[in-house]
Structure formats: structure tokens, C-alpha cells
């Protein structure tokens, strides 16, 4: 008993380095992170600026009652998932997709090379790519003068209601998924080498190597990050949508993050927007329980 009490005050001096090399990080998330949560009171009150979160006048679940009412809410929420699922599923596919061509590779400059060119879009802003992507989709862009060339009619990508949610997706999904592809790929190299080699002794050919092999090695690493990218699901990136659309396409390209910052920051309702973003959040979480659930029910193996 003394000795297996020593061996465990033993482990935990060996540990508190690490624990002292977490304490920043702890900080940055307490201060950042759980100190402005504070501010979800505001949802449940007439926020003043002037009387403060101590003063205002507290309405309960009104706007919560009001956002439902509004004929414009349903709209906004199916743009939003339509858009967020669309990325979720292509991105996801593209980057494991691209992560097992790329371990294919065995010519290490070229490998390199194609990691480059691909992770770059990932760490440009959507203030500069937005001006990119606008030139390379407007009437006189070079898209529309192939389509010309094929004898079709030019498109308004960012103009049509028809297109500008695939073109969001489309974009996202070409800025992402090399980076994204770098965990799968980490994924990939944790698989034992040798059941490829036994397999591709047993006569089985590329594609089945990957289904029965790959795949599966990677199915804890998929999950993980698909339970993470659930709980964006109401969240289909305000940047990126911000400096591509227009009141042209907001039948089918508003949603919660560039509603709300018209609703708080242009028209100074900021209960009502700190209400729309708190729905947000928590519906974002009970995605991701019900995520880690059915990953341990289906699977065998919690996400956390």
C-alpha cells in the first residue's frame, strides 16, 4: 500500500511540469472564453448600454418568443443548415479523399509541393480570397468566358439565388480541405503498414485495401472531428458569406452569424442578437453529445 501511494506522488511531481505548462493556456480560455459569458444575461433582458447588465430591465424569454414569430427566422435557420451540412459533408469527404492520395505519393519534393500549394488557401483571410473568388465568377470572369466557349449563357454565381449556396460551399470547401486533410493524413501513417502488406499478399487490389484497411484505421479520427464540426452546424461562417453576398441573395445566402450582426451591430438590438446566438450555441452542443452518444452506441468508442 505505502509503495503503490509513493509510485502515485512519484507520477504527479513527474506530471507538474506539464500541468504548469497548461496553466496559460487555461488562463487565455478563462479570460476570453468563460469570464464573457457573463453576457448572456443580456438575451433574457432590455439591454441599455447606459443602465448596464445590472440595470436593465429583465423580460424573460420575450425575445426568444418574439425571434420564433418572425416569418423571416425559418428561412434564415434552413439557409444556414443547408449551407453548414453542405460543408461539413463535401469538406469532410474532399480532405479524407485527398489525405489518401497524398500518402500515395512517394516522390518527396513533388509530395511537398502539392501540401504547399494546397494548405495555402487555409491561411489567406476571406477579405482577400472574397476579391478572388468575385473575379474569378463575375460575367466577365474567366468561369463564365469558358462557359461561352461551350456555347452556354454566362452565370451570376454571386447574383443568383439558384447558385450562391453552392459557390459557398464550393469555396469553402476549396479553401479548407487541404488543411483539414492534415489530421487524416497523421491518421493514415498510425496505421500498421503491415496488414497493407498482408493484404496486398492475399490478392487484395488498391480500392479494397482502402475500404477494409484505411478507412476503418481512421474511423476514430473521423469521428472526432465530425462530433467537432457539428457543433458549427448553426454557424455557416460569417466571414466568408459577409464579403460574398449581397441583398440579391439573401432568399438563400442570409444566415444566423451575418443576421445577427445586422440585427446587433446595425440595428443596436443587441438582447435580441445575444438571444439568437445563445439558440446557436446551445443547439451546437446538444449536436455534440448526441454525436459522442451515438458514436459510443454505434461504434463502440466515445469521442470523449
Known sequence: MKKKTFMQKRSMRSQSMYHM??????????IFSYIPMVGIIMAFQNYVPAKGILGSEFVGLEHFKYMFSLPDIWNILTNTVIIAVGKIILGTIMAITFAILL?????????????????????LSWVVLAAVVVNMVNLDGPINQILQIF?????NFLGSNTWFRPM?????????FGYNSIVYLAAITAIDPGLHEAAAMDGANWWKRVWHITLPGMLPIILLMGAMNLTSILSAGFDQIYNLYSPMVYQTGDVLDTYVYRVGMISRQYSFSTAVGLLRSVVGMVLMLT??????????????
Do not use: C, S
Not at 500515395?104 to 488557401?121: A, C, G, M, N, S
Not at 456555347?151 to 452565370?155: L, V
Not at 459557398?168 to 479548407?176: F, G, Q, S
Open 21 to 30: 505548462m497548461m496553466i496559460p493556456g487555461m488562463v487565455f480560455v478563462l
Open 103 to 123: 500518402n500515395e505519393i512517394r516522390l518527396k519534393f513533388f509530395k511537398k509541393t502539392v501540401q504547399t500549394i494546397v494548405y495555402l488557401p487555409h491561411f
Open 151 to 155: 456555347g452556354m449563357n454566362k452565370i
Open 168 to 176: 459557398i460551399v464550393v469555396t469553402d470547401v476549396w479553401k479548407e
Open 291 to 304: 454525436a459522442n452518444g451515438l458514436a459510443k452506441r454505434f461504434t463502440d468508442r466515445k469521442i470523449f
